[in-house]
């Protein structure tokens, strides 16, 4: 944004820098830290260290801009009724669920959840998707931190069901959604879940979660829900990908990946000629 506002010959702005509405930034909301941040970064005199790091890490090639703010920080409920100038529009929201799930992100979770009503409204929205009792979910908050989160195992796999069944009249997967092993890093960086699962972790300090799908050859795509509780966590999932690797031992690899684990956002899903030989499977 600060290059685009250079670009329109805009380098210095002699009033105050307005945060309108819900506004959030670097996974902190607090208006005033927020609009010196969003400051900060406009004017590449001001980074530290951090900044200065992203800058060269995101490979932009960008000049480093450079706009001047002279005010103060104000903040307003809602935007005055002016022209804007630039607009910044964010990835799409599959994206950003992806990166949340990757890296299991809180702040993201906890901040999703508050758009749609909160954490109560998130229980009754999944248990009614996912055909389950609201009584099954239990939730306090939107990131599932604190042991008063509770899904039954049966809750969670249909809630993947019927995310996976959802999502067959869209462009996009669960592999799309969720952190995929052998593809992506995150939370499954140094697990040996078979490969091409979608799954999602869940830790606290004495419990280990994982739930999600791994394809197999005689059962097609096997959808699963694993918490262990004890200390120790690493030993909690190793246990967790010894069992998963038993099973597709069992039933057998799959020879094709199925469209449900296949990548769209990422340009992996198979082409439209070969998804005739390639079943999906609840």
């Given at each position: ?177 969720l952190p995929v092993s052998g593809r992506d890093l995150g939370t499954l960086e140094y697990r040996r879940i078979p490969p091409n699962s979608a799954v ?83």
């Open positions: 944004m600060g290059y685009a506002l250079n670009q329109l010959g805009i380098r210095q702005v002699r009033g105050n820098l307005t945060i309108a509405g819900n506004f959030s930034m670097n996974y902190e909301s607090e208006p005033q830290l927020v609009g010196n941040l969003l400051r900060q970064s406009l004017d590449s005199r001001l980074w530290e260290s951090e900044a200065a790091t992203q800058y060269v890490r995101s490979g932009s090639g960008l000049p480093k801009p450079q706009v001047q703010i002279l005010g103060s920080v104000q903040y307003v409920t809602s935007p005055p009724n002016l022209q804007p100038l630039i607009r910044h529009r964010s990835l799409s929201l599959a994206e950003i669920i992806k990166q949340m799930n990757i890296y299991s992100n809180n702040p993201i979770s906890e901040m999703l959840a508050e758009t749609l009503g909160g954490a109560e409204m998130v229980r009754r929205l999944a248990a009614e998707a996912a055909g389950v009792s609201v009584d099954e979910i239990r939730l306090i908050n939107g990131s599932g931190l604190g042991h008063e989160n509770q899904i039954s195992p049966r809750a969670s796999v249909a809630m993947f069901i019927a995310l996976d069944r959802h999502l067959r009249d869209t462009d996009l997967t669960v592999a799309d959604l999602k972790t869940g830790t606290l300090f004495d419990v280990s979660a994982l739930a999600g799908a791994i394809p197999t050859r005689d059962r097609g795509v096997v959808w699963f829900a694993i918490i262990n509780r004890a200390t120790g966590l690493d030993a909690l999932r190793d246990d967790q990908d010894w069992l998963l690797q038993q099973l597709v031992n069992y039933w057998g690899a799959s020879d094709v990946l199925p469209i449900t684990l296949t990548n769209n956002l990422d340009g992996t899903r198979p082409a439209l000629g070969d998804l005739a030989r390639i079943d999906r499977v609840n």
